[in-house]
């Protein structure tokens, strides 16, 4: 299967329902940490001693959360494959960064947008990275 590669006008033409997804992951990541969290006290508390090794009532005080967790880490990866399935790179879930695999006079490129621009207007090559990123040329121009 040939590798999908994107003008910038189709970039910025898929990137309004890129950031809702987004979004959507940047939430989903967040209730993850939290629940994380709550687990990791839990098992603290009960290290510590200030809690019943069985929960006080014969289950399993991790159970639950455990669950939870590792059903949100399924759609944390059903998400982030729904970026690579479209054909871009999310390189950064939170602050959001992600690149669109292009071609500019010849050379393979990566158009990349970061969270908090209105467009992609930059882009760097593979092996650049975000640091080596350059102004598109007539980005200003392009819808």
Not at 49 to 69: A, H, I, K, R, T
């Amino acid at each position: 299967m040939k590798p999908v590669t994107f003008t910038l006008e189709e970039a910025n033409l898929l990137l309004p329902q890129l950031q809702e997804e987004l979004i959507k992951l940047q939430l989903l990541a967040q209730q993850f940490e939290m629940k994380f969290e709550m687990l990791h006290q839990l098992k603290e508390k009960r290290r510590n001693g200030s809690m019943p090794v069985n929960g006080g009532n014969g289950e399993d005080p991790y159970f639950e959360l455990e669950s939870q967790l590792e059903f949100m880490r399924m759609e944390v990866e059903l998400a982030v494959g729904n970026f690579e399935r479209k054909g871009v790179m999310l390189k950064m879930i939170n602050p959001g960064l992600i690149d669109f695999p292009s071609i500019l006079n010849g050379e393979e490129i990566l158009i990349c947008w970061k969270q908090g621009e209105e467009r992609a207007t930059h882009y760097h090559g593979y092996d650049d990275g975000f640091r080596g990123r350059k102004r598109y040329p007539d980005a200003g121009l392009t819808n």
